[in-house]
Nanobody
Framework: QVTLVESGGGSVQAGRSLRLSCVVSGYTAPRKWMAWFRQLPGQEREAVAGIYTDDLGGTAPYYTLAVRGRFTISLNGAKDTVYLRMNNLQSEDTSMYYC?????????????????WGQGTQVTVSS
């Protein structure tokens, strides 16, 4: 069974930083997809960043235009924790952030592509 547990959310002022963490258990595929999405109430879940790990341990990050240059997705050495470093946070980054794993098919930035999800961690940015 695959489980994902996010942490690191909170309330910050605009311009500050946060780092989200997601511990992924039970995801043992040699090639892995993990991603961060965010969602406001009543809106669709939107992609933030994704990261692919190949069967040699190499990784490739992907970002949406809204966060490129401000957010960084990364993995720990064991490839079982995915981080999202968020710099220069803005009020429009306020959202519930979700970790996703195991992209079965479809585009990396499409929420329907992922099989497993965490419960989310709230990020609130005040101006």
């Amino acid at each position: 069974q695959v489980t994902l547990v996010e942490s690191g959310g909170g309330s910050v002022q605009a311009g500050r930083s946060l780092r989200l963490s997601c511990v992924v258990s039970g995801y043992t595929a040699p090639r892995k997809w993990m991603a961060w999405f965010r969602q406001l109430p009543g809106q669709e879940r939107e992609a933030v960043a994704g990261i692919y790990t190949d069967d040699l341990g190499g990784t490739a990050p992907y970002y949406t235009l809204a966060v490129r240059g401000r957010f960084t997705i990364s993995l720990n050495g064991a490839k079982d924790t995915v981080y999202l470093r968020m710099n220069n946070l803005q009020s429009e980054d306020t959202s519930m952030y979700y970790c996703a794993a195991d992209r079965s098919s479809g585009d990396w930035d499409d929420a329907i592509s992922y099989r497993y999800w965490g419960q989310g961690t709230q990020v609130t940015v005040s101006s």
